[in-house]
């Protein structure tokens, strides 16, 4: 029988080991032929003609068993070539998008309010007289509205000069109280290092009960809001004017490179310039009828905020349409 050995080793494939099996170990196979030859076997002699037989069936058995680890090894050696696959070669590289930093810096003031439960209005960037000036108690020939550069429509609209218009519309549509941010694109005619014609701002305004709206809520709020955006700086509140608030303040962070001992950036006086606020007019609300209410607004601006946490030294180059610039913040 040992060319029976030699069959299995021979099979070449799975399938050809398969056929060798059954011609074997099948209920028709050799073995069972030669087991049925005990019958005719001598008494005496059919215990060690069993037992060889067993004998030679556990060995083939084994013969089997290796053999089938072989081909079954080599097969799925064949199936991972076929499947191969060249990651050594060139694909496409794919181009991965970065936020501009205006736009990143004014995600993150959003956040910030969203997450304080204020609403986000946005208005529209052409506006009228009344919107962007009048209702805001700056009346022609106001000397504040030649703070204001202005690109006029022959028609009489304009383009927005801040972002304070959003502030009107939505007491017009809305009754108080009021709790809202408007981001937004604003336009004036500028063009320097730190001043474009487009550039973004985001305006602040909250409107409750007569006394219930205190200067003090306003300090709060912003003191935490830019300590939220630029760390552990000190905040300061210098009076000023703005024609829509009264009392007025300027708001100034100490500086964040030198931290306020005095340097370029800070023009040596430790302290940078950052935002606008005070408590609402009453002539504001006088223009949109509200009554028995108090205030507070803010107004920053979003491209300074980001120069200075980027070190941008040139506001033009945000509006460039260099892609050099954003892939420095990828
Ligand atoms: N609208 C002002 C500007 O464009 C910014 C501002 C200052 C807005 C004070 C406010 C405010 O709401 O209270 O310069």
């Not at 090894?73 to 064949?78: G, I, K, W």
């Not at 304070?164 to 809305?174: A, D, F, G, N, Y």
């Not at 500028?190 to 550039?199: E, I, L, N």
Request: with cysteine.
């Amino acid at each position: 029988m040992e060319n029976l050995e030699a069959k299995i080793t021979q099979a070449d494939s799975l399938e050809a080991l398969e056929k060798v099996r059954i011609e074997l170990f099948g209920k028709k196979g050799l073995l069972a032929a030669e087991f049925a030859k005990m019958k005719d076997i001598p008494g005496p002699e059919k215990k060690a003609f069993a037992q060889g037989l067993n004998e030679k069936k556990a060995a083939l058995q084994q013969a089997f068993d290796a053999r089938y680890e072989v081909l079954k090894a080599e097969a799925v050696e064949t199936m991972l070539k076929a499947e191969e696959i060249d990651v050594s070669l060139y694909g496409t590289l794919a181009q991965k998008g970065v936020l501009h930093p205006v736009m990143e810096t004014m995600d993150k003031i959003i956040d910030y309010f969203v997450a304080l439960n204020f609403s986000v209005e946005t208005g529209g960037m052409i506006e009228d007289d009344f919107h962007n000036f009048e209702a805001l108690n700056l009346p022609k020939y106001h000397p504040a509205r030649d703070m204001q550069d202005t690109f006029y429509f022959k028609d009489g609209g304009l383009l927005r000069t801040h972002t304070s218009p959003v502030q009107i519309r939505t007491m017009l549509k809305e009754k108080p109280s009021i709790r809202m941010i408007a981001p937004g694109t604003v336009f004036r005619r500028d063009y320097d290092v730190t001043h474009t014609p487009m550039f973004h701002q985001v305006e602040g305004l909250v409107v409750d009960e007569k006394g219930k709206v205190s200067f003090a809520n306003l300090k709060a709020i912003l003191t935490d809001f830019l300590q939220y955006m630029f760390g552990d700086v000190d905040v300061r509140f210098r009076p000023s004017f703005f024609p829509f608030t009264e009392p007025s303040a300027e708001v100034d962070i100490s500086c964040i490179f030198c931290g306020g001992e005095g340097c370029r950036v800070c023009s040596h006086t430790g302290w940078i310039e950052i935002l606008g606020c005070g408590i609402v007019d009453p002539n504001v609300f006088k223009a949109v009828d509200y009554e028995d209410v108090s205030g507070y607004a803010f107004g920053l601006g979003v491209e300074r905020i980001a120069m200075l946490m980027h070190q941008i030294p040139d506001l033009r180059s945000l509006f460039e349409g260099d892609i050099r610039l954003l892939e420095q913040f990828r």
